[in-house]
């Protein structure tokens, strides 16, 4: 389900991740808010009351187009059962697994949430809504461990705001102690900042690196043409570890195993510089490109594979280097 290789879709996931966790943070902070009965001078109790719902409505937007952006994007990718199922994608495994977690408990809070006064009773759906906080808090690390921005400035004070507004609400709401309020917002948010720089920290990503290696998601395709003696492969995919680059390759097989034609293109990521070149070798489950740069800067990039879970979906490797 991997319709398209243009960067705006990799944008687009980043930026509704970030509004999704946003908006989340500020639905569980008026929930928080008005479970302790908080008044605002200029703001009646209806109005905060559809801000909230309007907030929820927003945070399930963002998080389907969040999904949906991944889903689509040959930037990374994902196969569907990784999306919905924890823990079996090899990008992350464990921090994205916090991300589908939260979606999921997400989905079955608007559920209770619609049917609450056909199916449920008011005491057991007021319980069953404390689960938000479970939500935001698998959010909240899913986003400081498998974000690419996680260390950004920008995005730690995001993340250290959001912690601090839902962290205050709180012990402001079960203890009525407002120094205990600002403790724990100031608290959760050097806790927030700490753990992003500290255990979750990842390093730092190479920019248009001349030289790397690291690990693939790809797949391929096989395209039978109007001739039984010829066929074309398709190679795509992302990966390379702290540099990370979108690959394609296409070549045209002459049967049983001859290469007669082919093209590669290498797009360095985040920065979007394009290395085109062809392919000079493949194997069964291998190949080597050379390709050069608008620069005239070339590289020769290999690439090895292996199947997951007998589908076109494959791990591997890929390495570059520069060419002499």
């Given at each position: ?22 908006l989340l943070s500020v639905v569980v902070t008026l929930g928080v808010t008005m479970a302790g009965k908080a008044r605002l001078a200029r ?41 919905v199922v924890p823990g079996i994608g090899s990008y992350r495994p464990l921090w994205v697994a916090f991300g589908i977690v939260a979606a ?221």
């Amino acid at each position: 389900m991997h319709l398209t290789t243009n960067p705006v879709d990799w944008y687009a996931a980043r930026a509704a991740g970030v509004a999704a966790y946003l908006l989340l943070s500020v639905v569980v902070t008026l929930g928080v808010t008005m479970a302790g009965k908080a008044r605002l001078a200029r703001w009646p109790q209806f109005a905060i009351e559809e801000v909230h719902r309007l907030g929820g409505l927003l945070v399930g937007l963002f998080v389907t187009i969040h999904v949906v952006t991944i889903a689509i994007d040959a930037y990374l990718p994902f196969p569907l059962a990784s999306l919905v199922v924890p823990g079996i994608g090899s990008y992350r495994p464990l921090w994205v697994a916090f991300g589908i977690v939260a979606a999921e408990l997400l989905l079955a809070l608007a559920f209770t949430n619609h049917y609450r006064n056909r199916l449920i009773r008011y005491e057991v759906w007021r319980r069953i809504h404390y689960v938000n906080f479970a939500v935001w808090v698998s959010a909240t690390v899913h986003g400081l461990g498998s974000g690419t921005d996680q260390t950004a400035p920008w995005l730690l004070a995001v993340y250290a705001t959001a912690a601090a507004l839902v962290a205050g609400a709180s012990a402001w709401r079960f203890a009525r102690m407002r120094p205990l309020a600002v403790g724990a917002a100031l608290g959760t948010a050097a806790l927030v900042v700490g753990l992003a720089v500290g255990p979750l920290h990842a390093p730092r990503r190479l920019v248009n690196a001349a030289s790397f290696s690291g690990p693939i998601q790809a797949r391929t395709e096989r395209r039978a043409g109007t001739s039984t003696t010829y066929n074309t492969y398709v190679v795509t995919g992302v990966g390379g570890g702290l540099q990370q680059v979108w690959f394609r390759a296409d070549v045209l097989i002459r049967l049983p195993w001859a290469l007669r034609g082919s093209s590669f293109q290498m797009v360095y990521l985040p920065g979007g510089r394009r290395c085109s070149g062809t392919v000079t070798r493949l194997g069964l489950s291998d190949l080597t490109a050379v390709c050069h740069l608008p620069t005239g800067a070339g590289r020769r990039v290999e690439l090895s594979w292996h199947s997951i879970w007998n589908t076109e979906l494959f791990d591997g490797t890929i390495s570059a280097q520069p060419l002499s």
